[in-house]
């Protein structure tokens, strides 16, 4: 079962949906583990569709599926695991096209597993330019509640004005799964300030990398 | 006062007299012709300068000299009780005070004499060859720096004229002693006259007399005080400002002590005299320059310095940010079609962008060397609006959305559950309520708002770093940061306005998501 298929409305949506409007980091709070243990005849039909949708993303088949696991995957608890599983896969991958769902499930669940991918891919320099900026944009989502950027507009970008880090208004409370590491933080900033250092870095990757260090600083400035 | 050799001295310079050594030991034979005032006295000869009156020819050690304040922060200098070289060229001795002479020397004479010292104790100077050869009366004085007064007392058997020029070669002023003063009893003036020439930017007199019967003593010139001058003095950030050293013979050092105590002081260690420093001015601070005055009391160690404030004004052409327009439509982008972890759907997002780039510049000399600040005013970008495709009938919550729950079509609120329709409606809502159609209602319209009434603009024409572009881009984007934050409280405060209790049911229609899971 997951927390999406577990959540039983105990209002209308026109009485709680005001609350997509609520800014900040808004975790989860119950864990998936409870959450499971309700069981009814939908948990099991999510479950079972989640299992699929998993197993159509590990192995590409059947391809017209594809799309549609994607889409359910945010909901899932395996939602981090193919999610790592995919970026690495992407390693190699010079297309920003192709991230696009991976950056979906970064952007609304909270995985360490996902987070750890991230920041391996982030730091190989093997990887692909675009493999490693968008792991550092999805390390920032993953750390940092209301911010982001577009790989896109980090090719816009130069090296000394370093990263544009938008600000989010309305945006959702991400799922965590899987609670990240407790320094996860530091981790992220050891690789970025590493990263952005090294003039030899390709500059994309190098702004990317600005980004995490940036928001990571907002952060630090909205601490009381 | 030390004393030389235990002989009272006086400062008294005199001229070169061609053909003095035929007068040496005895006396002239053509005072008719040099002296006509002489001619008069009961001594009939004119008193000439000689050997037998040098006493000594070591240089002097001890120097005593006194400054007092003058007009319009100047300084007067008298060189009352000076040692000079004795029967030696004089020269370059008074270089320490920017001071130089030529064809004058000194010698010692008696009170008792036809040319006493004006001070008593003092040496005597005067000027004349070895060979008592040479020479033509003139003794030239040449300063380092512009004086507005020059002036002696002198003594002379002949006329005698003090001319001044200045550093173009223009003659500033000139004085003239007409009568003969020797110290005889036949003078109606008597010794030491007061000879002085008073004008802007004096750099150059000459005393013009006869040959070897004149000298003069404890002569005197008014100074610049030591100081410092920036023009401008209040400049705009990032506008160059010059800063001229006034009164210092050499240099050592520039430096700049910022207000702010976050910031590094900036020192420039001159190697050669520059008398000044300039550069683009981007904080505010004192400016100090360090050095030997040219002045008697000053020059003596330890150096002397002076200070001026210089305080940057803000740029006023800097007016408040705006985003060039309503958002970019950027479609789904990371919106999830299924409700987050607060059972919520993110129908829209407003994503609010600083600029693309932040132009900078760096200081590379001057007061503000190695500073940095923004030397264009940022262009914020659009902002990005997100929608989620739920408002248009994609995914499993929006396919459930079809006015029923549970075999009921009516609410606990006893409104309808909404339908595909309401999804269309609630749609357009989404889009004014995050910007998109760029009305005041908005996110974007409230940010607009916030960026006009408050002084974003006026806190980045502000920031500077001691430090690199990268550096400042880094600061700038800690002030917008700060800035955003601030921004929260506005922000929701709208959501709960606008979306607040039952108000997003009556946006879609007037009707009740059906739950979903």
Redesign the interface.
């Known amino acids: 079962m997951t927390?999406?298929?577990?959540?039983?409305?105990v209002?209308?949506?026109?009485?709680?949906?005001?609350?997509?409007?609520?800014?900040g980091a808004?975790?989860?709070t119950l864990p998936l583990t409870s959450i499971a243990a309700q069981a009814n005849p939908?948990?099991v039909k999510?479950r079972n569709d989640c299992r699929l949708a998993a197993h159509v993303i590990r192995t590409g088949q059947p391809a017209p599926k594809m799309q549609q696991s994607w889409?359910?995957m945010?909901?899932c608890p395996e939602a981090g695991a193919v999610s790592a599983m995919a970026l690495r896969r992407l390693r190699s991958d010079s297309d920003p096209a192709h991230f696009s769902q991976v950056?979906?499930v970064?952007?609304?669940v909270r995985d360490a597993e996902l987070f750890t991918a991230a920041l391996e891919v982030a730091g190989d320099q093997g990887a692909s330019t675009v493999a490693r900026a968008e792991s550092f944009i999805l390390l920032v989502?993953q750390l940092i509640a209301d911010r982001?950027v577009?790989y896109g507009?980090l090719t816009?970008?130069?090296?000394?004005?370093?990263c544009?880090?938008?600000?989010?208004?309305?945006?959702?409370?991400?799922?965590?799964l899987t609670p990240l590491p407790a320094d996860a933080a530091q981790r992220a900033t050891a690789v970025a300030s590493s990263v952005s250092e090294r003039p030899q870095e390709p500059p994309v990757v190098r702004i990317a990398a600005d980004c995490v260090m940036?928001g990571l600083?907002?952060q630090a400035?909205?601490q009381p | 006062m030390r004393r030389s050799r235990g002989v009272p001295i006086s400062l008294l310079t005199l001229g070169v007299a061609a053909g003095i050594a035929a007068c040496r030991d005895v006396q002239p034979t053509a005072s008719r012709t040099i002296n006509p005032l002489t001619l008069t006295s009961s001594a009939s000869r004119v008193p000439q300068l000689r050997s037998s009156d040098r006493d000594g020819d070591g240089w002097a050690v001890q120097r005593t000299v006194t400054t007092t304040p003058g007009e319009n922060g100047t300084s007067m200098s008298n060189f009352d009780g000076e040692e000079a070289p004795i029967w030696q060229d004089i020269g370059d001795f008074y270089v320490d005070y920017g001071i130089h002479f030529e064809n004058a020397m000194g010698i010692v004479l008696p009170q008792s004499s036809y040319y006493p010292p004006k001070s008593p104790s003092t040496l005597i100077t005067a000027i004349i060859p070895p060979d008592f050869t040479g020479g033509d009366g003139h003794v030239t004085i040449t300063f380092d720096f512009p004086v507005s007064v020059f002036g002696a007392y002198a003594t002379s058997a002949m006329p005698l004229s003090l001319s001044c020029s200045d550093s173009t070669g223009a003659i500033v002023g000139t004085k003239y002693l007409r009568t003969p003063n020797l110290n005889n009893g036949e003078s109606p003036f008597g010794p030491n006259q007061n000879i002085e020439v008073r004008g802007e930017g004096i750099v150059r007199c000459v005393f013009d007399g006869s040959n070897n019967l004149y000298g003069f003593d404890d002569f005197y010139f008014s100074h610049v005080d030591a100081g410092v001058s920036c023009n401008p003095e209040s400049p705009e950030r990032g506008e160059e400002t010059t800063c001229a050293a006034k009164g210092f013979a050499v240099v050592n050092a520039w430096s700049f002590i910022p207000d702010s105590a976050g910031f590094p002081n900036v020192r420039d260690s001159v190697p050669n005299n520059e008398q000044e420093w300039k550069g683009y001015m981007v904080v505010s601070g004192t400016v100090r320059v360090l050095g030997w005055h040219k002045v008697a009391d000053a020059f003596v160690r330890p150096r002397d310095s002076a200070s001026i404030h210089v305080a940057v004004q803000p740029r006023t052409d800097w007016v408040p940010l705006q985003m060039p327009g309503a958002p970019v439509d950027s479609g789904q982008g990371k919106l999830s079609l299924l409700p987050d972890a607060n059972r919520d759907i993110t129908f829209g997002l407003f994503r609010f962008r600083g600029p693309e780039k932040w132009s900078s510049a760096t200081v590379r000399s001057g007061p503000n060397s190695g500073y940095s600040w923004i030397n264009k005013e940022p262009e914020l970008q659009r902002g990005v609006v997100y929608i989620n495709p739920v408002l248009d009938g994609k995914g499993k919550w929006a396919k459930e959305q079809d006015g029923e729950y549970n075999g009921k079509t009516t609410s606990p609120n006893g409104r309808p559950y909404c339908n595909q329709e309401n999804l269309g409606i609630f749609k357009k809502e989404v889009k004014r309520h995050e910007g998109l159609t760029g009305a005041p209602n908005s996110h974007y319209g409230k940010y607009q708002t916030e960026l006009k009434t408050t002084d974003l603009h006026k806190q980045l024409e502000a920031t500077v770093v001691h430090g690199s572009g990268k550096e400042l881009a880094t600061k700038a984007q800690q002030v917008l940061d700060r800035w955003q934050l601030k921004q929260h409280p506005v922000q929701a405060a709208f959501d709960t306005a606008d979306y607040g209790g039952d108000k997003i049911s009556k946006l879609a229609g007037g009707c009740d998501w059906v739950p979903t899971v």
């Open positions: 927390g999406y298929q577990s959540m039983t409305y209002q209308p949506w026109s009485h709680t949906v005001h609350r997509l409007l609520v800014l808004v975790l989860l939908d948990s999510l889409d359910l945010p909901g950056a979906v970064g952007f609304n989502n982001d577009s507009e816009q970008a130069d090296t000394i004005s370093g544009s880090l938008g600000w989010l208004e309305d945006r959702g409370a991400p799922i965590t940036q600083r907002h400035d909205r």
